[in-house]
């Protein structure tokens, strides 16, 4: 295959870099103090014999977490980071992920290392029987698998302009079998740069057989986790390869394919024996040492780097005898990884005439900037730069244990430092991060459809879901949003089953609004938009208004909205009612927005101090948002005697909205176990009245002790499709309701049962 000829059309530059990409990642959980943990694998991960993000590896004490498929590394590193927060928030708050390939201290006691504890009983003997053939020990070695294929579009590409001496799916399995051949030829070369395993931790080696530590890759030489040395393979062709492995499971060299353990595996299917129909479809490159300084056990300039090699790989060519290509590579790997992290390679002018062989294929295909590619050379001049030689040199002063258990605790708090939020979807609007992060959690598959629009696709087994917005769903029928957007709908239909909502008259210009104002002038009113949500455009006067004032309301109202609502003024405290479902999942209090005086600061000062809380931000990103100073703020406060430049005496609360909305600064208090079952009934069957399965609505409740069913006890003022969950999630005060986590048992039922 005279690839190297071909890439080099300039038809085919802009498929080069262009790939699909999987990471599988194995890590130990530990202590914070850097101990094999030992615990049981969290339950609060769901099945992991089924979870499609994080499974257990060979012991119940290492994790192995999946990415989905990715047609960018971008996108490949959103779901790996999200994964990974998913992990460390379910595992022990007082546990992380040891950051090294090789383990931390094991136990002394093998039995003390315990088997996966999964629900399959053949994938139990299967891992009993890798104890007992190789020992529990070579098992607790922790790598990256990383999963490639080649665009379509570029094979393709390549095929069209090829001799097309064979199909298709035969040139795309000889293109990887040239690929695979190489990288094993070649991977000495990433094993001196990328190698990371230099030294091991207490009780791994337990008797004679071991190397002369330190060196740069204990993990890819021949102490690592190798199957025997009777077992090997042809790569020569495809028929070769799957004869061999057939020949080794069928003389007991192997108990069964998967038990071939090599640098690289050919996929085509969910066996190894489907790659005779399936063809090879991508490889899974198995040799990668954990990176100890990347958060995620791998970086986004590593997997770009790894994309370019291969591409490199698919043009070098190859030694005509393919055995003994792929055997002086075995040997070439094992020679490098043995040597001291701190010694320039035996194979030093090998390595930099590839490296020019590198940077003239870069140059020649017109690439971008292709990360590590210029620190190669500085890399193979001083091998202190490269991986194992990091490590190997910051373990001098307290050993290598002690430089991994800080880098783990690095990420550990990277994790945790906020708790409300998902790693790589940060963009999206809160409530959906944490619905992500409880999906994710639970196995159930996520796929963000549309950002912008934060739509996503949900899974679990053949089942799917759509979600807009973390909360709507197939549950509500299209005409639920389209009553609930219209305060004059909603409040019709409460009123007609019964419901006590406020007085009150529509208006469509401001004319008519203003004409209306002698009739509301001496008694309290609110004016608001017709159909916003997130308290835009209200304002509230408990005790009447200035015609003034009442003109400036009305005015921003219409800002808002082309029609809106004067209603009479309900006095009492306001309370959110989250139901779904038809019951009654939360129930918040919600504070307007407020600072307290202390006598020395104004009072644009205190605001500025206190959206300084970390729990605050902006555009639903947060728990909280930041407070304004806008027109509706500064309103509010000439209503008290006050300006911005104002210093209120210590302990005085100053209020800068009227409206409690949690998306104009207010506080938000769980207060769901405070209310008696008669209030939640009313709210549950004023949601039903609307015909919604999730539902926000507000209630004024001048004494939550009275009988709900008294006089005056309670009103209705609004109802919210789509109602904010991350405000009952993560509270300003009182205990957090999983809401999102509600929603997900409405959607997948199945899923909780079997988890029940």
Not at 71 to 84: N, P, Q, W
Not at 259 to 273: D, K, S
Not at 685 to 704: N, R, S, T, Y
Request: net charge negative; with cysteine; aromatic share 10%.
């Amino acid at each position: 295959m005279h690839i190297k000829t071909i890439v080099k059309q300039k038809e085919l530059f802009p498929y080069l870099l262009k790939g699909r990409y999987g990471i599988e990642r194995e890590a130990q959980r530990v202590t914070l103090a850097g101990d094999f943990a030992g615990t049981d694998h969290p339950a609060i991960l769901g099945n992991r014999s089924f979870h499609p993000y994080i499974q257990t590896d060979f012991a119940e004490n290492q994790l192995e977490l999946i990415t989905p498929v990715a047609d960018s590394v971008d996108e490949l590193f959103r779901y790996l980071g999200a994964i990974h927060d998913v992990a460390y928030r379910s595992m022990d708050p007082e546990e992380m992920l040891w950051p090294l390939s090789m383990p931390p201290a094991l136990p002394s006691a093998e039995a003390d290392i315990v088997i996966a504890k999964l629900d399959q009983f053949e994938d139990v003997l299967y891992r009993r029987y890798l104890a007992k053939t190789y020992g529990k020990r070579k098992q607790m070695v922790s790598g990256i698998h990383f999963n490639f294929e080649f665009a379509d579009s570029f094979i393709h590409q390549l095929y069209e302009a090829s001799e097309k001496t064979t199909d298709y799916q035969v040139f795309k399995t000889e293109l990887y079998l040239k690929v695979t051949r190489n990288y094993l030829h070649y991977r000495w070369f990433l094993t001196y740069f990328f190698g990371a395993t230099p030294v091991s931790e207490a009780n791994y080696f337990t008797d004679d057989q071991r190397p002369a530590e330190p060196v740069r890759s204990i993990r890819n030489s021949r102490y690592g986790y190798t199957n025997h040395p009777d077992v090997s393979v042809s790569y020569a062709s495809l028929d070769d390869y799957l004869a061999d492995i057939a020949h080794l499971v069928e003389t007991g060299k192997l108990s069964e394919e998967k038990e071939f353990y090599a640098p690289v595996r050919l996929r085509g299917g969910r066996r190894v024996a489907d790659l005779a129909e399936a063809g090879i479809r991508y490889i899974e490159i198995r040799n990668i040492d954990i990176d100890p300084y990347a958060e995620y056990g791998i970086s986004k300039e590593q997997v770009s780097f790894l994309h370019f090699f291969l591409l490199f790989l698919s043009t070098k060519e190859e030694d005509a005898d393919l055995e003994a290509w792929v055997t002086t590579g075995n040997q070439l790997n094992d020679q490098v990884a043995l040597e001291h992290p701190l010694a320039q390679t035996a194979y030093l002018q090998e390595a930099q005439a590839l490296v020019k062989e590198l940077h003239r294929f870069a140059n020649e295909l017109q690439l971008p900037e292709i990360p590590y590619l210029a620190q190669l050379s500085d890399m193979l001049a001083h091998p202190s730069l490269t991986f194992a030689g990091k490590l190997f040199q910051a373990s001098q002063a307290n050993g290598q244990a002690a430089v991994a258990k800080d880098l783990g605790l690095s990420y550990h708090h990277s994790a945790w430092a906020r708790p409300y939020q998902l790693a790589g979807f940060r963009t999206l609007e809160l409530s959906t991060q944490i619905l992500m992060f409880d999906a994710i959690q639970k196995g159930i598959k996520v796929e963000v459809l549309d950002e912008t629009d934060q739509f996503l696709r949900l899974q679990a087994g053949t089942h799917i879901e759509y979600v807009k917005n973390a909360n709507m769903t197939s549950k509500d029928q299209y005409i639920v949003p389209l009553i609930m957007a219209n305060k004059t709908v909603t409040k019709k239909i409460l009123a007609d089953h019964g419901f006590r909502v406020p007085d009150g008259a529509e208006f469509s210009t401001a004319a008519d609004a203003i004409d209306y104002y002698p009739q509301i002038a001496k008694s309290g009113f609110v004016v608001k938009p017709k159909t916003t949500n997130y308290g835009l455009g209200i304002s509230i006067f408990k005790e009447g208004a200035s015609l003034a004032d009442y003109q400036e309301a009305v005015a921003i109202a219409f800002a808002e909205d082309q029609s809106i609502l004067v209603e009479s003024f309900l006095a009492g405290t306001e309370y959110r009612f989250f139901v779904i479902d038809g019951r009654v999942d939360a129930i918040l209090l919600r504070v307007p927005a407020n600072v307290v005086g202390n006598g020395r600061q104004t009072i644009e000062e205190l605001v500025i101090e206190k959206n300084r809380d970390p729990l605050r931000g902006a555009h639903h990103r947060s728990p909280l948002e930041w407070i304004q100073l806008g027109n509706l703020e500064q309103l509010m406060l000439k209503e008290q005697g006050f300006t911005i430049g104002s210093i209120p005496e210590k302990g005085k609360i100053v209020y800068l909205r009227e409206n409690s909305n949690i998306s104009t600064g207010g506080d938000s208090i769980d207060v769901t176990d405070d209310f008696n079952e008669e209030y939640k009934a009313i709210a549950a069957a004023a949601v039903e009245a609307l015909g919604a399965a999730i539902c926000g609505i507000d209630l004024i409740i001048p004494d939550k002790t009275k009988p709900a069913d008294s006089e005056g006890a309670y009103g209705i003022i609004e109802a919210n499709f789509n109602p904010a969950m991350h405000m009952h999630v993560y509270p300003y005060s009182g205990t957090g309701q999983r809401l999102t986590m509600s929603v997900l048992r409405l959607l997948f039922p199945e899923v909780f049962v079997s988890l029940d």
